[in-house]
């Protein structure tokens, strides 16, 4: 065999090459050149270096909309892992309640992201909504657009409903691989509820629950058609988050050389946090005790 | 420690079993006892873990009673049994030390931790875990795993028979030796009744005092390894046992002559006399022919089977079909009347014709009727 024979391999990846380079580097590279430069219009740009990165970073409402995003992230990660493998140790393991239940937790999921916010918008509606209206029944006023904190609540209510059936499933999928001889070794063992689930289902549930943790914090950090279409970012900033703020800077100003500068340094938080968690998760219980 | 009698065992995975086939377990009536070690063998499916499970309290039998030393334990959930079970692949608590795996059982159970600590040493000890205590269980390699999970049953002093089911198959070739040696020294220091579960016949034959042949949801046989391949009570025993299995011919007992027959149940002319293709028997094969009733077949196994290259008086001639060479020793294939035939030969016994004559040492013939030994 020749070299040329081995190369034409190259042919076979192209076109992933050519679908991720158009995708994935080009946009980001673009970005990239966007961040450094003061764009004034076709072919008026003057090199800037690293200006608009010490503005972006000096900005105090991107501190804010960073500590809300980190507070909502927190928050939602906080419920929403305990409650999916909750629901997930309580599903039926077979027969059709397993369908049935499968299928209920996959429905919000298949929602398209715009209409959740709509569903909700409706559905927290102090005068016909199904909640807000009974909220004000039993005698707490209740209105998301004026109230911060209810803002607050509907959001992560809404964040919970939408996205805790995702962890639900991967959980699900966790314990349903744990082989029987363990819960039958447990069982002679003398093992409790508890300590089956301490010893056998959780670290066994390792894997998923690592892959439902990075989705849902990338997610939650990326949330941007529900806020915007729910509370668009009020009531006064108070829901904005750094999608949002993003949008606003990029679209709503059309400062391309800051909203770039921003995009490159969100992109760094999410991928260094995604890192961080990754490695965490798989040194859990590894080496020796 | 314990005699397990299993009282009329029946068990049905269907809620309302109507037929026989419904039955995993068909029906089990047997007492085994104390400090034995019993190896229960078959093929996959023939009920040989269902049972396992039945003893072990998994599984509670659709009919029937199983009692410890008398003691009724039928409805006992497991915790309460005092058996271990050792799994087909090794069943750890990957998050904690060897120690605290080891530990586990006896915490659970609340004894006070120094005496968790001694008795845990002590067990380390026998299964020379001790270098590793300390290390997670999840790092080690496949036999130290399965020694955990054997060591959290030996934990318990109480323990009143430890359960295996085919616990070798993920070890490697050159250890389960080794492993298979450690067993048999546990089972002698400590007395246990074992309960080894497997489909390897080496593994039972070597591990078991008595072994515990299954077929198709029932017991077909219990009895020593000798006994097994000398005298099979059933045909499958007959097969299953030994490498390879026993041969068998149908036949019809004519006088004290065995006449064979095809598989049309037409009686085979020798070719060459024009006479019926007959094996002698003794007088107490014949008289056991006599008293049988259903299709007679004849069974001898390759070991026995004598081969001649050339003519011998009263042997039959036959075809050879294919010479193996297993290292030691030869297996030759061979055709007599339309039934394949399989013998085993010395390393240096025979080279290779076309026809051999076929002896049928007369102590060595058993007669089977309905698939059963006649005895």
């Known amino acids: ?289 | 420690m314990a005699q397990i009698n299993l009282n009329k065992i029946a068990h049905s995975y269907i809620k309302h079993p109507t037929g026989d086939s419904d039955y995993a377990l068909k029906l089990i009536d047997n007492i085994w006892d104390d400090g034995g070690a019993y190896a229960l063998l078959g093929p996959s499916g023939c009920g040989k873990t269902t049972l396992l499970n039945i003893i072990s309290g998994l599984l509670v039998p659709s009919k029937g009673r199983i009692l410890f030393d008398g003691k009724d334990v039928t409805d006992m959930p497991p915790e309460k049994r005092n058996i271990a079970q050792v799994f087909q692949f090794p069943v750890l608590y990957d998050t904690m030390s060897v120690f605290d795996n080891l530990a586990f059982p006896l915490r659970n159970r609340g004894f006070d931790e120094d005496s968790v600590k001694t008795r845990v040493l002590e067990i380390a000890e026998i299964l020379e875990l001790t270098p590793f205590l300390y290390k997670k269980a999840a790092g080690l390699a496949a036999d130290a795993k399965q020694k955990i999970s054997l060591g959290r049953g030996l934990v318990r002093s109480d323990v009143a028979a430890i359960l295996f089911d085919e616990p070798l198959t993920v070890i490697d070739p050159n250890l389960k030796w080794q492993l298979r040696c450690k067993l048999k020294e546990i089972h002698e220091q400590l007395k246990l009744t074992l309960i080894y579960v497997t489909h390897d016949q080496v593994e039972a034959l070597t591990f078991a005092d008595k072994v515990v042949v299954m077929y198709e949801g029932e017991i077909v046989q219990i009895g020593t390894p000798q006994e097994l391949f000398e005298n099979p009570s059933h045909k499958f025993v007959g097969y299953f046992i030994g490498s390879p299995g026993m041969n068998f011919l149908p036949c019809k007992v004519d006088g004290n002559i065995a006449v064979i027959q095809d598989s049309h149940g037409v009686m085979i002319k020798n070719n060459t006399s024009a006479q019926s293709l007959g094996i002698p028997l003794n007088d107490t094969l014949t008289s056991l022919a006599s008293k049988a009733s259903g299709q007679l077949e004849l069974g001898i196994r390759p070991l026995y089977l004598k081969v001649h290259p050339t003519e011998v008086k009263g042997a039959l001639k036959a075809k050879v079909k294919a010479l193996q060479d297993h290292g030691n020793f030869k297996i030759i294939t061979v055709i007599l009347a339309g039934h394949t035939l399989r013998a085993r030969l010395d390393e240096d016994d025979f080279t290779g014709t076309e026809d051999v004559w076929l002896e049928f040492p007369v102590d060595w013939i058993r007669l089977f009727a309905k698939e059963r030994l006649l005895k």
């Open chain 1, 1 to 289: 065999m020749n070299k040329w024979e081995d190369n034409k391999a190259w042919f076979l990846v192209l076109p992933v090459f050519v679908i991720v380079a158009f995708s994935a580097i080009l946009p980001l590279m673009t970005v990239v050149n966007y961040s450094i430069q003061d764009i004034f219009g076709p072919g008026e740009r003057v090199f800037v270096g690293l200006e608009w990165f010490e503005e972006v970073l000096a900005d105090p409402r991107l501190h804010e909309a960073l500590m809300r995003q980190f507070l909502f992230s927190g928050l939602v990660l906080l419920i929403e892992i305990p409650l999916g493998i909750g629901i997930a140790l309580l599903m039926p393991k077979k027969g059709w309640g397993a369908s049935l239940s499968l299928v209920l937790m996959a429905l919000p999921l298949l929602i398209p992201w715009n209409v959740i916010g709509t569903i909700w918008i409706v559905f927290t509606r102090p005068d016909i909504g199904l909640f807000g209206s009974f909220i004000n029944g039993i005698g707490i006023p209740f209105d998301h657009t004026a109230s911060p904190i209810q803002a607050w609540i509907t959001l992560i209510l809404m964040e919970v409903w939408h996205w805790t059936p995702l962890v639900v499933l991967l959980a699900y999928a966790g314990l349903r691989a744990i082989p029987e001889a363990y819960f039958q070794a447990a069982k002679i063992d003398g093992a409790s509820a508890w300590a089956v689930f301490k010893y056998i289902q959780l670290p066994k549930m390792r894997g998923v629950l690592t892959i439902a943790l990075l989705l849902r914090f990338m997610d939650s950090f990326l949330i941007y058609a529900e806020p915007f279409v729910l509370t668009g970012g009020g009531p006064g900033n108070t829901t904005t988050f750094l999608s949002i703020y993003l949008v606003k800077i990029a679209v709503g100003q059309f400062d391309l050389g800051p909203a770039a500068a921003f995009s490159l340094i969100y992109f760094l938080i999410i991928l260094l946090l995604s890192w961080l968690f990754y490695q965490v998760l798989q040194n859990a219980g590894k080496g020796d005790a």
